[in-house]
Each structure stands twice: as structure tokens, then as C-alpha cells.
């Protein structure tokens, strides 16, 4: 994706991206898209924190939050380029990870304790592989009460952690592709979609389509437009360059 420079310059996202064959410190402070991938039970937040210690940037983002219980690619920008976030973040993203059966989650993940028991004995491939025609294209979804979405001024998770259940709308996403493979009561998946799409809540209708019920075990992002995982640093990695 093409952005102007300061010299209005069209130039790609990814002449502003820093690895580790190009690796400035200089470069970091000016402005550069940093990609990391978020270790297990971090938080967006607290990559981007510790990021932003270990350079010393005056400003640092990230272009699209990952759930603590998600890892995978976190797109942090400093300096000059935390004003291509949103273009960013409006670019496409892949998904890996996997659909469990047999119970549900008040979060749709394992951030809740499971829950009822559900068969999914009946369930068949030629069900679930209805179930992926069913959820790929333009695609209803609510999001799920444990989000960051703001109702009334106040975080969704906050008041599903006081036990208040928020009125969310639903609205039309985009599920661009969706690949399935694996065996009952673990299905493994990939999934490319637009922005806004709530990969857990995708997890837990597609367990209700198909009669039974289901959560999300295990996710990754693995791409974000033109970005890939492959890319990325290790946050281990990246403070032995700077020191």
C-alpha cells in the first residue's frame, strides 16, 4: 500500500519496515513498522511498552490489539509512522488456530472457565465443510460482551466482568477465506478477513451452526496485509540488537 512521505512521495508501507538485515536505532527513533510476535499471556500494551523503553521513541503504537491468550503478529510503529496506523490496521489480517468442541466460554476463548458439554458426535464433514461456505463471504457477527468494544462510554468487558450483560449490536464482516482440516473435537483453521472481525465469536458460531457447541483454543496471527510473521521479531531478539 502506497503512503506520501514528508516530501509528498508515494512510497510502500514497507520501505518504512526495520528488521534485522536493516536494523537503526536512528531510523526506529525517526520512524519506522516494527514487527514483532507477541509472546503468550503478554498484552498488546505491555509489548508496546516494553518496546517503547527499549528505543526510546517518543511516540510508539500498535496498528490492531492481540487478546493475551494470542499470539502471533503485533505491527508496532514509532515515531512518524504511528500516523499510518490506521492504514494498517485496515489492511486484511490471517489467522491460524483451533476450534475446540465439546463446550463453550462466557469469552469465547479460554480466558473463561468452560462450559456445558456438548455432542458433536452427529456433526460430519460434509457439515463442516457446509459450515465454511456458511462463514465465508460477507458474514452477521456479533461481537463477543468480553471486548473492548465502548457501549454507553464503557468497555463491553468491563461490564460482562460485573456481570452485566452489554446490548452489542451485530454488523457484517468480511471472511475473505476459511480452510478447516483436522478431526472432531479439534478443528484446526486458517482464516483471511477484513477489519473488525472477532475471530473468537467466529469460533463460537460455528460450533452453534452445527448444533453442538464450541471456543477458541488457540490463535495466531500470522499476516497483516503485505506483513507477514515471518518478518518478525522476537522480543528476546530485538533487545540483544539494541544492547
Known sequence: MEVLSSNNIPVELTDYLITKDNFSIEKIKEGAILLFDKPLGWSS???????KYLTKANRVGHAGTLDPLATGLLIIATGKCTKM??????????YTGTIAFGAI???YDLESPLE??????????NDINQAVLNFTGIVEQTPPAFSA??????????MA???IEPEIKSRNIIIHSFRIEGTLPNLNFEVKCA???YVR???NDFGKYLNSGSHLSALKRTQIGDFNIKDAFEIEDFQQLIL
Do not use: M, P, W
Request: glycine residues 8%; without cysteine.
Open 85 to 94: 496506523i490506521e492504514l494498517i490496521q485496515n489492511q486484511y489480517k490471517v
Open 161 to 163: 466482568r460485573q456481570g
Open 149 to 158: 468494544i465502548k457501549i454507553n462510554g464503557t468497555r463491553a468487558y468491563v
Open 105 to 107: 466460554t462466557a469469552s
Open 45 to 51: 500494551f505491555k509489548l508496546v511498552k516494553k518496546v
Open 201 to 203: 465469536t467466529l469460533a
Open 116 to 125: 456445558g458439554n456438548f455432542d458433536y458426535t452427529h456433526i460430519s464433514e
Open 195 to 197: 477489519k473488525g472481525t
